[in-house]
């Protein structure tokens, strides 16, 4: 029967169409279909194993659900390095002394030594100077050839009792550290530093008073080498952990370098760089160098794999977002992301809006991508919100090729601020916002006619130029001593002076006077005036030299020049003011670094659209942080530590050892909620090996 049956299917099989299927093969049909359908799952999954995906593949998969650059990178080079040595002060008037043998002093007879100095024991012990520790931090960004501040201690144990009046010799900074059974070893030059010393010129106890005078800082003091490599600090970008692969990298590079790039014989060179498949290298574009954070907000705020179609649809979704107040701030950086013609037309309507805070936000991002139609946005939120100001100043100062704006500029310099008191408006002369517009017009052109300067130097400086002949010698012109700025500005007069980044002296009334009589001091130089003469004598006293006199007119800016030749420096002017001003011999006031700031509160009306009108139960936000302000206006606050921590790059990384340390990046001014938190002071850090100016 089996044989029959075997026949039958063989023959079913041969000739189906003649004879149909009979019970035995319909059975053996089903049979296999139904084992094919057990089966078919197994061998799917065999083959999905055999074929083992590419490291492309998987880095497709990994990224595809991350939209922006800032979810997948952290930004490092944001930590400030801080460097260390020790050098001599000399000029002091009899208030130096010896140090006792220490750590300090075997190192600083080293480097004289290697300097040539025959008998350093006995330059030591001379009473008119002084063994001192020199402490700098250097900034993110710096460039080769930058200036930097300078801070310098008398050790405890000194003989010395006062810094006033000392010059800094030349001294090489350093980052320091101390290795184990091997003492104290010093990294490669990373700076130069040099100048006399500005000590406290403010009222201070008398307990503290001597501790004050120990103590002091060289503005712009320094200059930055570049270390062995004699490069600039770098920016960077590195790659989460779990990203990390060489076509994502290469990915974020060609994203960014789209939107930003160099112009170079003709080629464009983008300003990101895949360097390893974890770390992007990061150039700043001439337009944000004064605001790199502004930039590093950008960078994290351009999305990658996003069609144009997808873009068109988020940039309808950001033209709602800008024209919203709480998000505004987002929604303009992104949109500067971008960086469009059409992205362009939504930041213009946006400055049109009845919202000045939209408006600001708006204007803020056209001024960066190049666009000056909210320039005239920028100085009302510069003029009438102390929020916005240094952002509004900042962004001012990006637009250089703009008329219109440097004119506007003048005018806040020139013109008083109307601001709302108590009900009743009131023209108030700002020494922030006239100061803050002059900063940035200098940026703009520094040789513009309200703002260019005078380089202020001492008679010895001019001689040690000139030969026994007359003639001028050949060669580098020296750093003057100061920089004078005369700014032809009606209203109330102003007398500033910055003890930050640069030595500098601005007269906002080119004319002000002295108010006699005077009997004033400048270090050795004593300015005197009886009652009612319009003659000032300025006399200089020094052991061993001969006496000089000048006269001059009561006419301030004549007497700082009288000053200046007789060899005064800029701490030496910096005591005459502030003398001046407490016997009332300033026509106005006298005010240091009146900077305007970053993270002050802005009050958002929950209306929302007539500035200057705060609604009942209006909401407090915070423009910006402390620590992030624009580098022309550098915030004066200690650093602080970040509280937010990214995954950590490659131990012993070669391209930035600094990974350890990623720094939290914010969308730059973007405003956040205030509230109590905000005011916790983080533990510093460490302050290195010379351990001199941890205050206690």
């Not at 460097?83 to 208030?95: A, F």
């Not at 001969?546 to 009561?554: L, Y």
């Not at 970040?642 to 001014?669: I, R, T, Y």
């Amino acid at each position: 029967m089996f044989q029959n049956s075997h026949g039958r299917l063989c023959r079913s099989s041969v000739n189906p169409v003649r004879q149909g299927p009979t019970r035995w093969s319909r059975m053996v049909w089903v049979g296999l279909l139904v084992l094919g359908c057990l089966t078919q799952d197994g061998c799917q999954k065999m083959r999905l194993r055999a074929q083992k995906p590419d490291s492309d593949e998987v880095e497709e998969v990994k990224t595809r659900s991350l939209s922006y650059i800032g979810d997948q990178v952290a930004v490092t080079g944001l930590h400030q390095i801080q460097i260390e040595s020790v050098g001599l002060v000399v000029n002091l008037d009899g208030t130096g002394g010896d140090s006792p043998p220490s750590l300090y002093r075997r190192l600083l007879i080293e480097d004289m030594q290697k300097r040539g100095v025959r008998s350093p024991q006995s330059l030591l012990q001379d009473p008119n100077s002084t063994l001192v520790v020199v402490r700098a931090t250097l900034p993110p960004a710096i460039r080769v050839g930058e200036r930097f501040d300078v801070e310098v201690a008398i050790p405890e144990a000194s003989d010395a009792s006062s810094l006033r009046g000392g010059y800094l010799l030349e001294a090489n900074l350093a980052e320091q550290a101390m290795v184990p059974g091997k003492g104290p070893k010093s990294g490669h030059t990373m700076g130069k530093a040099e100048g006399p010393i500005l000590v406290s010129t403010g009222d201070v106890g008398e307990g503290s008073k001597a501790s004050v005078l120990k103590r002091g800082r060289i503005p712009g003091g320094g200059v930055y080498t570049g270390g062995l490599l004699k490069q600039d600090r770098l920016l960077g970008l590195y790659l989460k952990n779990e990203l990390r692969g060489g076509r994502q990298t290469e990915r974020i590079s060609e994203a960014i370098g789209r939107r930003f790039f160099d112009m170079v014989q003709g080629r464009k060179v983008p300003m990101a760089k895949a360097k390893t498949d974890q770390y992007i290298e990061l150039r700043v574009p001439e337009r944000y160098r004064e605001n790199y954070m502004h930039y590093l907000s950008v960078i994290r705020a351009i999305a990658i794999n996003e069609s144009t179609v997808e873009q068109r649809e988020r940039m309808e979704r950001l033209r709602r977002k800008l024209f919203t107040p709480e998000s505004a701030g987002r929604g303009a950086l992104e949109l500067e992301a971008i960086g469009s013609a059409e992205a362009k037309l939504i930041l213009r309507e946006g400055v049109q809006h009845p919202n000045a805070e939209v408006r600001f936000y708006a204007a803020d991002a056209l001024a960066y991508m190049g666009d000056a139609h909210g320039a005239r946005v920028l100085v009302d939120a510069a003029r009438d919100e102390p929020a916005f100001r240094v952002f509004a100043l900042a962004a001012l100062a990006t637009l250089d090729r703009d008329r219109e704006t440097i004119e506007s500029l003048r005018g806040l310099i020139t013109q008083p601020t109307v601001e709302e008191k108590e009900g009743n408006r009131k023209e108030v002369w700002s020494a922030e916002t006239r100061y803050g517009a002059f900063r940035a017009l200098e940026t703009i052109d520094r040789n513009h006619e309200i703002v260019k300067g005078e380089s202020i130097y001492g008679d010895s400086v001019l001689r040690s130029l000139e030969t026994p002949d007359g003639e001028k010698k050949k060669g580098k012109k020296p750093r003057p001593e100061f920089m004078l700025h005369l700014v032809d500005s009606p209203g109330e007069p102003l007398v500033h002076m910055t003890r930050h980044r640069k030595s500098e002296l601005a007269l906002f009334g080119a004319d002000q006077k002295l108010r006699t009589p005077l009997s004033l001091e400048a270090g050795r130089i004593l300015v005197t005036a009886p009652s009612g003469s319009d003659v000032v004598t300025v006399s200089r006293f020094e052991p061993g030299r001969e006496s000089q006199r000048v006269q001059t007119s009561t006419r301030l800016a004549d007497v700082v020049r009288a000053v200046g030749k007789l060899d005064g420096s800029y701490p030496d002017i910096a005591q005459l003011l502030v003398m001046a001003e407490k016997q009332s011999n300033l026509e106005g006031r006298l005010e240091f670094d009146a900077l305007p700031k970053a993270g002050r509160i802005y009050y958002r009306d929950k209306v929302g659209t007539i500035p200057g009108e705060l609604a009942q139960g209006a909401t407090k936000v915070r423009v910006g942080n402390e620590e992030q302000a624009p580098n022309i206006f550098p915030s004066l606050a200690p650093v602080k530590k970040s509280k937010e921590k990214f995954a950590e790059g490659p131990v012993g990384s070669p391209e930035d050892e600094a990974a350890k340390e990623l720094e939290s990046v914010g969308d730059g001014f973007e405003s956040t909620t205030a509230n109590a938190d905000d005011d916790d002071t983080a533990a510093p850090r460490k302050r290195g090996l010379l351990n001199l100016f941890q205050r206690k």
